[in-house]
């Protein structure tokens, strides 16, 4: 099993839609989770981070954190093309020291 | 501020070179990372340093090495370049241990 394990995609929605990314993640002494965006050729960029259970909203951006069944997830809702790209979980596993990602979904918002 | 800079963009080294691969954060961050990202990956560990003087290894550390003499600089040493280290690097930063990174712009390496 891998430490944090996303679907790779193509997830496609259309424009205006919800998008539902998910990620899940084994090592149940994480504390903190992050969602980054990456676009083709660029670095990744942080959108959101949670520590809590429950949801957080920034925008048009909803975290949601469900630690007793290690799941994390980012909504985005009214998708825009400009939102497509691939999203990247991370999370901060043990003694902290080191994120560990997953593989990233790509995310296609067909206009 | 000019956040977390690596240079160079891109570079071609040929089989056997060596190379060192910047990297400065002025943020006064304590916490510095290499990751390696090949096409379609996610990214994987290869040093990080908790603070100056300080350093560990990470998740794939063959063929490189680095040194942290300042809490600024992160410099990324590939000894013996080989075809497998054609990757895309980053180098990223954070304040804390529970804090996010940032992320540098990345260098393209190409091993031909």
């Known amino acids: 099993q891998k430490e944090v394990e996303q679907n790779s995609g193509p997830l496609s929605v259309p424009e205006g839609a919800i998008a539902s990314l998910n990620c899940t993640y084994s090592d149940r002494g994480s504390q903190s989770f992050f969602w980054y965006r990456q676009y083709s050729g660029k670095s990744p960029e942080l959108i959101m981070f949670?520590?809590?259970?429950g949801d957080k909203e920034d925008g048009r951006f909803t975290a949601q954190l469900n630690k007793a069944s290690q799941y994390v997830s980012l909504l985005i809702r009214d998708s825009q093309p400009s939102d497509s790209a691939t999203y990247l979980c991370a999370v901060n596993r043990g003694a902290g020291n080191m994120l560990t990602f997953g593989g990233g979904t790509r995310l296609m918002v067909k206009p | 501020n000019a956040g977390v800079t690596q240079t160079p963009k891109f570079r071609i080294l040929k089989i056997g070179q060596s190379m060192t691969l910047q990297c400065a954060q002025d943020m006064n961050h304590n916490y510095m990372y290499w990751y390696r990202q090949d096409p379609g990956m996610g990214l994987k560990l290869i040093y990080y340093?908790?603070?100056?003087?300080?350093?560990d290894k990470g998740e794939v550390p063959n063929g490189y090495n680095v040194s942290r003499s300042t809490t600024e600089d992160f410099p990324l040493r590939l000894e013996l370049a080989a075809p497998s280290q054609t990757s895309v690097y980053f180098c990223?930063?954070?304040?804390?241990?529970?804090?996010?990174?940032?992320f540098g712009s990345g260098t393209r390496l190409t091993v031909v």
């Open positions: 949670i520590y809590s259970n």
């Open positions: 990223a930063s954070r304040r804390t241990g529970l804090d996010g990174y940032t």
């Open positions: 340093s908790v603070g100056a003087g300080i350093t």
